[in-house]
């Protein structure tokens, strides 16, 4: 019971830090545009509005298997699309690069704008995962989920080189899946024509396990003390 309330008075904050944030960042595109005369950079929109899919999907998936098998169809589709949606919400890391061709006269507000947008759709895949990480863990031991998550971080990183330098994106694993195998066999038939590959993968793994770890941990602490703190103020109701 005090388990169910304090996860329904998580979510609850975190959909309004999810709201206000997301406000901010489009309070924040909007006066770019007046401040560019121009609608500049709709790829930050379009990018987090991907970002969001993830998050939709592991949440569908929860509750799905509140009342059906993992190997049933539907938690299998939901969990197919997630994994190939989820490097939509680190990949906008990479949209750093577009910096440098933004004027010195506007770079420091757009450098603002920009990390705003990267940070929600980080926080949108991380809690995603996390998400996910809390129903692997109740199935499965320590070792397996770790080795998990570890697999799906190293496959965001992949996806991300993919995504950046080879241009594909997560709709393409379902409308042309053949080329994008096509390229991915290249890249392990002749991997020292992609020399930027492995430090590309590398970095991005460090970024990613080193944060979400640290957000493991945190949370945890948090939701202990959570547990407690709930558990007192219903004592205390009770004698009242």
């Given amino acids: ?4 309330l304090l996860l329904k008075r998580t979510w609850f904050e975190l959909a309004i830090v999810f709201t206000v ?19 500049l950079y709709p790829y930050l929109v379009i990018n987090l509005l991907l ?46 690069i577009h910096l440098s061709s933004v004027p010195t006269s506007t770079l420091l507000f757009t ?11 980080f926080f949108l895949g991380m809690l995603s995962l996390y998400q996910i990480h809390l129903e692997l863990k109740r199935r499965l031991n320590y070792k397996t989920v770790a080795t998990i998550i570890t697999i799906v971080l190293l496959g965001c990183c992949f996806a991300i080189y993919l ?22 066999s290249n890249l392990v038939l002749r991997p020292q024509v992609y020399s930027d590959m492995g430090r590309t993968i590398a970095g991005f793994f460090v ?34």
């Avoid at 944030?21 to 609608?39: E, P, Q, R, T």
């Avoid at 298997?65 to 890391?93: C, D, G, Q």
């Avoid at 704008?113 to 929600?120: E, G």
């Avoid at 944060?211 to 009242?240: C, F, P």
Wanted: aromatic content about 16%; hydrophobic content about 55%.
């Fill in 163 to 184: 995504g950046r330098d080879l241009r594909w994106d997560s709709w393409d694993l379902i409308l042309n899946p053949g080329g994008v195998l096509f390229d991915i």
């Fill in 207 to 240: 970024l990613l396990s080193a944060t979400y770890l640290m957000a493991w941990r945190i949370s945890r602490i948090q939701w202990h003390k959570g547990v407690n703190d709930l558990a007192q103020h219903i004592k205390k109701s009770n004698t009242v």
């Fill in 51 to 96: 970002a969001m899919i993830p998050l939709f999907l592991s949440w569908r998936l929860v509750v799905v298997l509140k009342h059906k098998r993992w190997s049933a169809w539907e938690p299998l589709l939901l969990t197919f699309l997630w994994l190939i949606f989820l490097p939509n919400s680190f990949y906008m890391v990479s949209d750093y």
């Fill in 111 to 121: 450098s603002i704008m920009f990390t705003a947008f990267i940070y929600l759709a």
């Fill in 1 to 4: 019971m005090i388990n169910r």
């Fill in 21 to 39: 944030g997301f406000i901010g960042c489009l309070g924040l595109y909007i006066y770019s545009i007046f401040l560019n005369h121009a609608v």
